[in-house]
Each structure stands twice: as structure tokens, then as C-alpha cells.
């Protein structure tokens, strides 16, 4: 399933998140068919009323909502690309995400420590960021290096060596202006030749700015949260207001309770619900389901793909010979 990697600097809650998705995911796994969790891994089911109507309407036995994994990667500080703190072998964790959720510290707590000494959302985004473009370059850097050399052996990857050498070249001269490799605009021929580096600047980021629980309800009133948003929306990134603390609140409560529980915050739902929709969207992906006696299940495509395409997902054969696909309007959602 999709990876949403979390990053952040010290001290800015990301445990405190990663432990409630944990939490979370382990309710679930009481009702859901989920594998094994690694240490730092999390899985959480993407929140769908649709698929409990369908599986009642199909009375199915059992209904499999699709997941997402959040992967805790401690360890980003200022200079972890030259290897300070836990250093390059976290960043590496990085590259085998799909997203990145970047925790950014927008609630005020004397008690705790903040490693440069005050809330400042811009200058913990840009050290981040910044981690993140030297690491790339490193690896573009060995990499033009190694393609210097030529191996290529046929006329084929002659030309596709060519193209991955020019894509880098242009991302190297981005990263240097300190701008992700993502603002490059290449041809997919090109972004097909950079696939297996994973370059870090390369992946969606969402910011996720942690408030104070006061905040939840009208988070525009806290001005660090206004600075993140503004500076989510400078670089088409998505953003979500959280409180990891409610959170972690919230998952020691029982379900009935927690519905209440955000109403007295004056919120509707819960940040994590949030970050779940919007991993989903930055990373442009929908849902379909399969509904029957034996189970109701979600599957997760790309948006845009073709009802054969996403029957694919399932089983090659099936795009092949693919028959129907129902659609249903307005399913009333109580
Ligand atoms: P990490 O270093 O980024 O993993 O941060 P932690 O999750 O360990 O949080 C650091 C400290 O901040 C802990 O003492 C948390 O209880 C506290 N903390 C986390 N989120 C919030 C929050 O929303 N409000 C307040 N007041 N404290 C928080």
C-alpha cells in the first residue's frame, strides 16, 4: 500500500502523531485483515463510509478498506546530509516513501525545548528542505560521475542515458537555487529515466502544521500556521492542521466517545482522518470498490485511469477480458 514518510525536526511532535497512528491502526486491526506492523511503520485504514454501504447492501462477510502506511523517520537535523545525527541512513529511509508529511511545530510550550529557540515554521521548513536538496545532490552528483563513463552497450541505452544525463543536469542546477527537483519541467521520457534514484525532492510533500489544541477549531488565528500555509500554497504543496496531542488523546478513548470528545474542540473530524485524504489527494489517487457476499473491498488507482485500467489493478486478466463496471450515485451516507 502507499508510504507517507514523517519528517520533522526535533521536538515538533512526530512521535506523539506516529504513536496515535499506531494506536490507531491497532484498533483497527481488531475488524480489518491487516499484516504485521514494523517498529516504525503504521498502518491505517483510509476512512470510506461508502464501503460500509456497499458491504451492507451486499451483506458481505467482511469489508477490506484500503491502507495507508506512515513510516516514522527520525533523525532529519541540520546537517544529517554530511551525516550529523543518525544522519544519511535516515535519509535513505526517505527515498522508499510516496509522500512526505513534514511536521511542523506551530503550538508554543515553554516546557519544551525548541532546537533553535523559537517557533519558527519558515526556518524548520527551509532546514529540512535543505537536508533534503544536499542529499539529492549528492546522489546526482556520484551518479553523473558514473554515467560519465559510458557502459551503455546497445543504441537504445545510449539514448536513455543520454536523456537521464540532461534531466540531471537541469535538476542539479535547480537544486543548487534551492528548489526541489520537482519544479524541473521534464518530458516522462526523462522522468522515467530518474525513477530508480527516488530523489527526495522529487516526492509531494505535505506540511503538517501541529496546533495547540485551542488552535483546532479556527487554526488561521495562530499566525505561525497562517506563515505555513502561505508558504505550502508558494510551492503547491498540501497542508494539514493537526493536533498530535488530541490525537493521542483521542486513541485512548473509546469510539463513542471521540465524537463527542472533537465536538467540544469545535471539530468535525479527526487531523489523522485529514492526512489520510490528503495523502491521497496530493498523490492523485481514488478509490473503487468490489462488492459482494464474501467481502466489500477498496482498491486504490490513479485518478484518470480507465475502468479497465483500475480492473488491472486487481488482476492483469482482468483488463483483458474486462466486462462491466457499475457505477452508483448518491448512495445516501448516514
Ligand atoms: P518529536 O521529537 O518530533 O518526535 O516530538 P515528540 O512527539 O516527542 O514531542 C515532543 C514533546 O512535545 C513531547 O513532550 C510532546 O508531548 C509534546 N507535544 C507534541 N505535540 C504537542 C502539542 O500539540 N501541544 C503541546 N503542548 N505539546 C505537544
Not at 473503487?288 to 485511469?305: D, H, P, Q, R, V
Request: some cysteine; hydrophobic content about 40%.
Amino acid at each position: 500500500s502507499l508510504r507517507a514518510g514523517i519528517v520533522g525536526l526535533p521536538n515538533v511532535g512526530k512521535s506523539t502523531l506516529f504513536n496515535a497512528v499506531v494506536e490507531n491502526g491497532k484498533a483497527q486491526a481488531a475488524n480489518f485483515p491487516f499484516c504485521t506492523i514494523e517498529p516504525n511503520v503504521g498502518i491505517v485504514a483510509v476512512p470510506d463510509p461508502r464501503l460500509r454501504v456497499l458491504s451492507e447492501l451486499s451483506k458481505s462477510q467482511r469489508s477490506v478498506p484500503a491502507s495507508v502506511q506512515f513510516v516514522d523517520i527520525a533523525g532529519i537535523v541540520k546537517g544529517a546530509s554530511q551525516g550529523e545525527g543518525l544522519g544519511n541512513k535516515f535519509l535513505s529511509h526517505i527515498r522508499e516513501v510516496d509522500s512526505i508529511l513534514q511536521v511542523v511545530r506551530c503550538f508554543e510550550d515553554n516546557d519544551i525545548i525548541h532546537v533553535n529557540g523559537k517557533i519558527d515554521p519558515k526556518s524548520d521548513i527551509d532546514v529540512i528542505n535543505l537536508e533534503l536538496i544536499f542529499s539529492d545532490l549528492d546522489q546526482i552528483e556520484k551518479r553523473l560521475e558514473k554515467l560519465k563513463k559510458g557502459k551503455a552497450k546497445d543504441s537504445q541505452s545510449k539514448v536513455k542515458e543520454e536523456a537521464e544525463r540532461s534531466a540531471l543536469e537541469k535538476i542539479q542546477k535547480i537544486l543548487m537555487d534551492g528548489k526541489p527537483a520537482k519544479s524541473v519541467p521534464l518530458t516522462d521520457f526523462e522522468k522515467d529515466s530518474i525513477r530508480h534514484l527516488c530523489l527526495l525532492t522529487m516526492k509531494p510533500i505535505i506540511y503538517v502544521a501541529n496546533v495547540a489544541e485551542s488552535d483546532l477549531s479556527e487554526p488561521s488565528s495562530n499566525p505561525h500556521v497562517r506563515e505555513v500555509v502561505k508558504l505550502a500554497s508558494d510551492v503547491q504543496s498540501g497542508l494539514v492542521t493537526i493536533s498530535a496531542q488530541v490525537e493521542s488523546e483521542l486513541t485512548e478513548l473509546p469510539m463513542e466517545e471521540r465524537t463527542e470528545y472533537l465536538k467540544s474542540l469545535g471539530v468535525s473530524e479527526s487531523g489523522l482522518e485529514n492526512l489520510i485524504r490528503a495523502t491521497y489527494n496530493i498523490l492523485g489517487l481514488r478509490t473503487y470498490f468490489t462488492s459482494g457476499e464474501k467481502e466489500s473491498k477498496a482498491w486504490t488507482i490513479l485518478a484518470g485511469m480507465t475502468a479497465p485500467q483500475a480492473a488491472g489493478i486487481i488482476h492483469t486478466d482482468f483488463e483483458k477480458g474486462f466486462i462491466r463496471a457499475e457505477t452508483v450515485r448518491n448512495i445516501s451516507i448516514s
